[in-house]
Nanobody, 123 residues
Framework: QVQLAESGGGLVQAGAFLKLSCAASGRTFSQYDMAWFRQVAGKERDFVAAISWTGGFLDYADSVKGRFTISRGNAKNTVFLQMNSLRPEDTAVYYC????????????????WGQGTQVTVSS
């Protein structure tokens, strides 16, 4: 059974940092492109960042560029999101996702999803 499990969320003050992790299990994700999305209750799930399976291509939403960094672990089946200079508007549930068909900002590109981890940033 394929599973993605996020961890690392929490409650922090504005300006602080958090590092989210997503661990894949059940199959080899080393050749899957990975991404982070986030969702506020009642709104659509938005793209945050993506990384190709080689790690050679990175993409970021304009709202997080320069503050967030996506990376992969050495085993390629773990992906991280380092979030610095957090803002109250970063508050959301963060989801990791895996795509076997290429890097994309399109939510439909991703076949596998985790359950999400809550990030709350207080002002």
């Amino acid at each position: 059974q394929v599973q993605l499990a996020e961890s690392g969320g929490g409650l922090v003050q504005a300006g602080a940092f958090l590092k989210l992790s997503c661990a894949a299990s059940g199959r080899t994700f080393s050749q899957y492109d990975m991404a982070w999305f986030r969702q506020v209750a009642g709104k659509e799930r938005d793209f945050v960042a993506a990384i190709s399976w080689t790690g050679g291509f990175l993409d970021y939403a304009d709202s997080v560029k320069g503050r967030f960094t996506i990376s992969r672990g050495n085993a390629k089946n773990t992906v991280f999101l380092q979030m610095n200079s957090l803002r109250p508007e970063d508050t959301a549930v963060y989801y990791c996702a895996a795509s076997g068909g290429g890097v994309s900002r399109n939510i439909r590109q991703y076949e596998y999803w985790g359950q999400g981890t809550q990030v709350t940033v207080s002002s």
